[in-house]
């Protein structure tokens, strides 16, 4: 069960169904903000917003915009959507060390491994070593190639260490 902290119970926003704080409708924000004026825990819910950078709603009577300056100026994130848990992303980009993104990551990594193993060329991309015309264009050296699935790559390509290099065709 998840326990609240012992200041929520006071909060003058507590039971204010009627009013959305976390994405509220303009003509919501004012009677918003007046709650968040008179409330005797509006530190509190500051503190807890600036700490955890929260992206969304009103919390101590001041929206994301407005936390954003606060929470850098205290060393604190800055409020940013983050991606959900248990996702690559979250561990890779965001830092988060909790189990459901580290089983995440390490899908993710065996997943990637397999393909490299099996010659996707996305793990792999094709890159043209030197200029190549494609039709009627020329396609510059160190351009990627778009691999389809089903269309075999070009025949000139050599496996490199880290890449597959494209040799240039004679039009």
Known sequence: MVRLPEWRSRAGCRGRVDLDFIDPAPEQVAECRALCAACPVREQCLAEALAGGEAWGIWGGLDAAERAPLAEQDGH?????????????RYAKHGCRCA??????????????????AGDPWVRPIVLAE????GRRWTGAGQYLLPLPGV??????ETGADRLDLVAVAA
Request: with cysteine; net charge positive; glycine share 0%.
């Open 152 to 157: 075999p790559a070009p025949d000139q390509v």
């Open 77 to 89: 994130p800055v409020p940013a959507v983050l991606p959900p848990h248990a996702t690559n992303s």
């Open 100 to 117: 459901l993104c580290r089983e995440a990551h390490t899908a993710y990594e065996r997943e990637r491994l397999r393909r490299r193993r």
């Open 131 to 134: 200029p190549m015309r494609t």
